[in-house]
Each structure stands twice: as C-alpha cells, then as structure tokens.
C-alpha cells in the first residue's frame, strides 16, 4: 500500500500562482511514478501531469503545457506540482497518485489521494 497526501491547495487570483505538495508514505517512493490529476464539478477526472520514478521524464496535459512543473523529492517521498498564471478554468479538485508504471490514464493508477481544492478567481 501507499498512502499519500496532497497539500498546498487554496484560493489565487487569476495569474497567481501555488505549490501543491504530495507526501508519500507505505512502499518505496522512487519505486512509482507519480501522476497529478483534476476533477471539476460535473468533469470527469483529468490527467494534468506525470513524472518517471527517477524524475527524468515528465508529460503534461495541453492545457497545462509551459504553466506547470511537475517534480519529485524521492529523498523526501514527495511530489510537487508547481502551477504559474493559473486561471479560473483551473479550478479543481488536484489528486496525486502513484502506480508503478508510467502513463497518463486515471484507469492506470493504483493509489489516490484525497484531494486538494484548487479556486481560481477571476
């Protein structure tokens, strides 16, 4: 089992930025590559970005392309999704998650967080 959870979450202005955190606990860290996902109301889940167990390799969806990094701490067991011009169509429930392959489908993803809200306010 892993067991991880978000934080960092809160209300911005459109433009602003925030940090969102995932802290990891359970099985070995490095072992999993970690996705970051968004649910708005009446939306299904989404990916958003994933980074390789070793931190190498990252993709992101379109809509976040060149406004969010994805990075990862394995000394530290935690994941970061650093967001930058943040606008109101972010607004969402963030979730981490982490699976022990590589890809970019919520269907893929053994293990969840609960969430962190995410408000951008125009």
């Known amino acids: 089992q892993v067991q991880l959870v978000e934080s960092g979450g809160g209300l911005v202005q459109a433009g602003g930025s925030l940090r969102l955190s995932c802290a990891a606990s359970?099985?070995?860290?490095?072992?999993?590559?970690m996705g970051w996902f968004r649910q708005a109301p009446g939306k299904e889940r989404e990916f958003v970005a994933v980074?390789?167990?070793?931190?190498?390799?990252?993709n992101y969806a379109d809509s976040v392309k060149g406004r969010f990094t994805i990075s990862r701490d394995n000394a530290k067991n935690t994941v970061y999704l650093q967001m930058w011009s943040l606008k109101p169509e972010d607004t969402a429930v963030y979730y981490c998650?982490?699976?022990?392959?590589?890809?970019?489908?919520?269907?893929?993803?053994?293990?969840w967080g609960q969430g962190t809200q995410v408000t951008v306010s125009s």
């Open positions: 359970g099985r070995t860290f490095s072992n999993y590559a």
């Open positions: 980074i390789s167990r070793s931190g190498a390799r990252t």
């Open positions: 998650a982490a699976d022990l392959s590589y890809g970019w489908s919520p269907g893929e993803y053994d293990y």
